[in-house]
């Protein structure tokens, strides 16, 4: 009820993004998890082909968070987050309607650029509609997406009892309905577009240098996040013996998200210095991975085996929980107003491609640790990951590189001589 009270309290658009996040992380969860499965069981493809298949998806969205973000910029936010819907709905109906790979590459470009488009869109539209109110709109914004991320694999498990084809157009429709909604609903905004070139954005943002130091500090964040989806859940089925048992993985992480994420933001905010927020949440993740280290390997007592991998995904929650709204809050804040999709564009790009070697450096960690009975090495690997990215940013924020963060100090020879003094420093926003 408490949220539902906080909702209320954002304008409209707002209210509606809060909504389209829910239905996004649902109707993604509910088919994505299950399309490998589809293309080597249902389709008979090899290994190589579905790699190729979901890694041009992965690309596709990855690679052109650049584009979205710029277009947001430029053409205004609403029509590239309704661009980005319709997109993922012609997307995922191809997955339900085409069987030869041509159908499926087409697939997967189209899904993967409809995200490219709606995600850095979505995050913009969001930041400068919620004003003041940033650090809890994103907060919100995290509580639907942790919601949708739940809902869907539960309603996608029960669609492919009737078949692969039903989840994917359930998919696809849930897509078109907030099309639709967004159409009707979303109110436009005047658009203020840079007055240089696109390339002239790009190489400004890329120029920010604090900014981009900044996204390289987030890998551990994003390399963490992600083990959601690999560690952690093959780390639950391992100590139960029990394939389901991934899926308590995230009902903890959901409970929680619902229970404690507008209290931890609001709490937190209060007490200023965001920064600092930002890089103990890191750490809080990372050290969310030491417990299933610690165990990894003994044997405890049936379901007691589990106990460990929850309370590590409970405590990547709670970082999750403590950093993630400050970090988008504080994105926006690096460079011009009329540049915040670039901004966001450009920072998945970063932090994509840097998480992306970080979980090469996790699945080489579990692969060794497999083969040489040292199972606790890919856990302590993602610890290693949280505590770097929490030192980074902590780094930044002594040196003054981030938006809220004081400028460094500089010594100054009084008059007359003696020993240095040290002059005020002021807010520096890069």
């Known amino acids: 009820m408490k949220t539902w009270r906080e909702m209320r309290g954002f304008p409209l658009a707002v209210r509606l993004l809060l909504v389209n996040q829910l239905g996004v992380n649902t109707g993604f969860y509910l088919l994505i998890p299950y399309l490998a499965t589809h293309l080597t069981d249902n389709l008979g493809m090899s290994a190589a082909v579905v790699g190729v298949v979901l890694g041009v998806r992965n690309l596709s969205q990855q690679g052109l968070f650049i584009i979205g973000g710029s277009a947001a910029d430029r053409l205004g936010a609403r029509g590239v987050i309704i661009a980005g819907c319709a997109l993922r709905t012609v997307g995922f109906a191809l997955f339900a309607l085409g069987d030869g790979l041509a159908v499926l590459l087409a697939a997967s470009v189209l899904s993967g650029l409809a995200g490219a488009l709606f995600n850095p869109a979505v995050r913009a539209y ?143 905010k209060s007490r200023g210095n965001k920064p600092r927020w930002i890089a103990i949440g890191l750490a809080v993740m990372g050290l969310g991975f030491l417990p299933p280290a610690i165990t990894a390997g003994s044997a405890l007592d049936g379901w007691l085996d589990a106990a460990p991998v929850l309370l590590g995904a409970l405590l990547l929650y709670l970082g999750i929980m403590i950093a993630s709204p400050f970090v988008m809050e504080l994105i926006p804040g690096f460079g011009r107003p009329e540049l915040t999709g670039t901004y966001f564009g450009i920072f998945y790009v970063v932090s994509g491609i840097a998480a992306a070697l970080g979980n090469a450096a996790v699945g080489w960690a579990m692969d060794v640790g497999e083969r040489g009975d040292a199972e606790w090495l890919p856990w302590l690997c993602c610890t290693l990951f949280g505590l770097t990215s929490a030192g980074a940013v902590a780094w930044l924020h002594r040196g003054g590189a981030l938006p809220g963060s004081p400028a460094p100090t500089v010594a100054t020879a009084p008059a007359g001589g003696g020993e240095a003094t040290f002059g005020a420093a002021t807010d520096c926003i890069s």
């Open 126 to 268: 969001l930041s400068q509609e919620a004003g003041e109110r940033k650090a809890e709109a994103f907060a919100l914004f995290n509580v639907f997406a942790t919601t949708g991320a739940l809902i869907g694999p539960l309603l996608g498990s029960a669609l492919l009892l009737v078949d692969f084809r039903t989840s994917a157009l359930t998919a696809a429709g849930i897509f078109a309905v907030l099309t639709v909604a967004q159409a009707l609903v979303l109110p436009a905004r005047k658009v203020a577009p840079s007055k240089g070139g696109v390339l002239s954005d790009w190489r400004e943002v890329l120029g920010n240098r604090a900014f981009l130091a900044f996204a390289l500090a987030m890998v551990g964040m994003f390399t963490l996040e992600n083990q959601l989806y690999l560690l952690l859940p093959e780390g639950a089925r391992q100590a139960t013996g029990w394939a389901g048992a991934a899926g308590l993985v995230f009902l903890v992480g959901t409970l929680a998200n619902l229970a404690l994420q507008l209290r931890i933001t609001r709490s937190l």
